[in-house]
């Protein structure tokens, strides 16, 4: 059955009416939606079952449905799901119970609803799932009440099921709370205290700003014979690196080497990465200083995410300065370093630096991409040097590197807030003979500079282009 007679015959509405659809028991009454896995058949009451696979838009279109009624319908939710008739698939109540994770008690009654029917036999996923979300929305009773129902109903009971409540309670600061959930873990449900369990009551500690807790939990974790991973240490670092306590994170990292624990041979990049991640780019930057003056640089990703912190914030020079630094240091730049540099340039009207990192990369042996390109030719156009962009743009496509539809894009609307209304329309014929789709507004903006400009004849051939695009 083709999607536009499933929606027509089954949801009766568009989806963009679909809201309104649920909130008139009247027509939820009327409407009736029954999955299949096989082709069409009848149900047995002359209603004809529509196979999921019909159409994935279709099926998007009745997950929407099935949640504007979970959402809005508060009195009649349950009756309302019932008279839907629906073959419920363990995908189907999952993807349900993500699209309306917001609403913890709602997807709650959802569940215990789609519990009791008869086509349905949940699995772990989508209990853990349940249990994340009413841990998100504080729904503490019903949260408890799922996790002992999994018990009964002898489902197993993941390492991922007891991080996710103790997450949920570091979130809300119920530090307590997050310590029960690890010690029944053991005492009640008989499960070993394992890495990520340690992980995630380490993050409720270091949410409530208790880095003493945290830095003894290791402790223990190390004398109960678990053994910290990256994202250990990396919690307790990044946490007194948003604090301030450089000098700290320093001494704790020192001290599990000494105690033959050593957090991996980038102990420096951990504390790189905290204090980005904590926004103390003065104090990383004086930090990665000392580090290549004593002849260390950062891992490629560390270094990668502090050139980046260092574009963002318009320090291109320093970027530049660290680069040849770091290469003499032997540090090999990847294609995500070249990109960073050259937008960073770019962005900072430093064109010429900008080609001479583009000319490195290709040395290099990488290949560039319509990415390497982009910014290149923005800044050009920027600057009004469409010669020297339109030169650059034919020598991507001569090399072999295809542009694709984000620089189309954007050269569309360059030209056109350049007055450059011709080479615009240009652009945008050749995209579509290359199969890219523009936007509306790409065809709205040449048509109306076109008139502006008096090419009315043009501007009429870009609106039947439209119209051909669009299959209208």
Known sequence: MKASKFLITILNRPPFLLSQLALSNKRLVNTRITFSSSEEESDGNGREKIPLEASASAYRAAIYHICTIVRSDSVYMERSLQNLNLKLTSELVWRVLKDCAAHGKEAYRFFNWARHQTSYDPTTIEFEEMIQILGRTENWDPMWKTLNEMRRGGYALTDKTFALMIESYGKARLVNRAVEVFNRMKSTFNRPQTTPVYNALLRALCEARNHQGGYALIRRMIRKGSKPDTETYSILVNSWCREGKLQEAQEFLEEMSIMGHN??????????????????????????????????????????????????????????????????????????????????????????????????????????????????????????????????????????????????????????????????????????????????????????????????????????????????
Do not use: W
């Not at 260092?310 to 630094?325: F, K, P, Q, R």
């Not at 569309?412 to 050749?430: D, K, P, W």
């Not at 500079?449 to 009315?456: A, C, E, N, Q, R």
């Open 263 to 472: 957090p991996t041979a980038a102990s420096r990049d951990l504390l790189v990465n905290g204090l980005l991640t904590a926004g103390n780019l003065d104090m990383a930057k004086e930090f990665v200083r000392k580090m290549t003056d004593d002849g260390f640089v950062p891992n490629l990703q560390t270094f990668n995410t502090f050139l980046e912190s260092l574009s963002n914030a318009g320090e291109i020079d320093l970027c530049v300065h660290l680069m040849s630094v770091s290469a003499k240091l032997g540090l090999c730049p990847d294609s995500n370093t070249y990109r960073i540099m050259i937008r960073g340039t770019s962005r900072a009207g430093n064109i010429a630096e900008a080609f001479r990192i583009l000319h490195s990369s290709m040395e290099d042996g990488h290949k560039p991409f319509p990415g390497l390109y982009a910014p290149i030719i923005k800044a050009l156009c920027k600057k009004g040097q469409f010669a020297e962009a339109y030169s650059l743009f034919s020598d991507m496509k001569k090399k072999g590197h295809p542009p694709n539809k984000p620089i189309y894009i954007m050269l569309i609307r360059l030209h056109c807030r350049a007055g450059r209304y011709l080479e615009a329309a240009n652009f945008l014929v050749e995209m579509t003979e290359l199969n890219f789709v523009p936007r509306p507004q790409n065809f709205d903006m040449v048509t109306k500079g076109l008139k502006t400009i008096g090419k009315y004849d043009l501007a009429e051939k870009i609106d039947l282009l439209e119209l051909s695009v669009y299959g209208m």
